[in-house]
């Protein structure tokens, strides 16, 4: 289909790239850009487009601005230069009414994190400046694509049912996963650099000190099906890979994709002999290939799911710690938002 017959949503009627008007989210502390990488950016935008750059100053405030964005007429692209977890603020402002993707801005991402999972799952270069050159190449050719998203929320009528509903790009998890990233969290606050090596670290000592390693109190309800009880590990996947490890790219489900709804592993045991069996399973894991044996749990393209636990447990989404759940439930959605690709 020729370009100009495609409908590109709130800026399907800007007659030129040099027309569009692009809001730009600058994440200060990104892990892997510096302050003279942004200023180069920002000039390269710039140099193209009509846009603003705001720096973030506090936690959440890269959602404020998405949601500002959201709610006003006047931007036609918001470029996300961060990251997973100031992706994860954007996208949650822009779709704070719901996902509306013909009316709302499209979302472009610059990585500057340490993992940068989103991106590189859409095939955007790892590299900033690079990825700068790709977008811009990509607005230029109107090049874009509506992903699916998850959602999850507190389950109404728990102890949780208050916790509001937030939307994640690639991954949540509910458990194991939730606490190395909880344990990630506080190195970095004392200081420590997140690197894969900080990661590997805290996955050792997690394990070690995991209370629930042989009973696994975690349930999954899927509508229509049984229950699956005794879950010491669940890993909720919108894409593949899951995440990568420096280069290497790791499946926990293959078949998880952000044109279908959401993909989940569950493991019902880590002893030392299944934890060993599974982590070289994730370490040699293929877009084919993903953990599996008798105590793994694989689900394909749901919609809708809860996952219920005996004890508060640790919860994360797109790699940032949202502290203790018992139960969440969550939800696929197609097509949610635009993004230049």
Not at 96 to 102: A, S, T, V
Request: with cysteine.
């Amino acid at each position: 289909m020729d370009p100009a017959d495609r409908d590109f949503g709130r800026y399907g009627a800007v007659g030129t790239l040099a027309d569009m008007r692009a809001l730009l989210v600058v994440n200060p502390a990104a892990t892997t850009t510096s302050a003279r990488t942004r200023d180069v950016l920002i000039h390269a935008l710039a140099s193209e487009m009509k846009i603003e750059a705001v720096t973030t100053e506090y936690r959440g405030h890269a959602r404020d601005l998405g949601r500002r964005a959201a709610d006003s007429d006047d931007v036609d692209l918001v470029v996300a230069l961060g990251g997973d977890g100031t992706v994860n603020e954007v996208v949650n402002g822009l779709l704070h009414d719901g996902p509306d993707p013909e009316n709302l801005p499209s979302l472009a991402v610059v990585p500057g994190g340490s993992t940068n999972v989103f991106a590189r799952a859409l095939g955007i270069p790892n590299d900033a400046v690079e990825a700068t050159g790709a977008i811009l190449d990509a607005l230029a050719d109107r090049s874009e694509r509506t992903v699916g998203l998850g959602l999850a929320a507190g389950t109404p009528g728990t102890a949780d049912e208050a916790v509001p509903g937030r939307w994640f790009t690639f991954c949540a998890g509910l458990g194991f996963d939730a606490g190395v990233i909880g344990r990630v969290e506080q190195k970095r606050e004392r200081g420590k650099r997140s690197t894969h090596a900080l990661y590997v670290r805290q996955v050792l000592r997690q394990f070690v000190e995991e209370p629930h390693r042989r009973d696994g109190q975690i349930t999954l309800d899927v509508p229509g099906r049984d229950p699956v009880t005794d879950l010491a590990l669940s890993i909720i996947c919108n894409t593949a890979p899951w995440t990568y490890l420096g280069n290497r790219p790791i499946y926990a489900s293959p078949k998880a994709s952000f044109d279908t709804a959401l993909d989940i592993l569950g493991l019902r045991r880590l002893s030392t002999p299944a934890m060993t069996r599974y982590a070289t399973q994730l370490l040699t894991s293929s877009p084919e290939k993903g953990p599996h044996g008798k105590h793994a749990v694989s689900m394909h393209d749901l919609t809708d799911f809860t996952l219920h636990s005996k004890a508060p447990l640790p919860f994360q989404m797109d790699g940032d710690h949202l502290g203790l759940r018992t139960s969440v439930t969550f939800t696929g959605v197609r097509r949610a938002l635009r993004v230049i690709v």
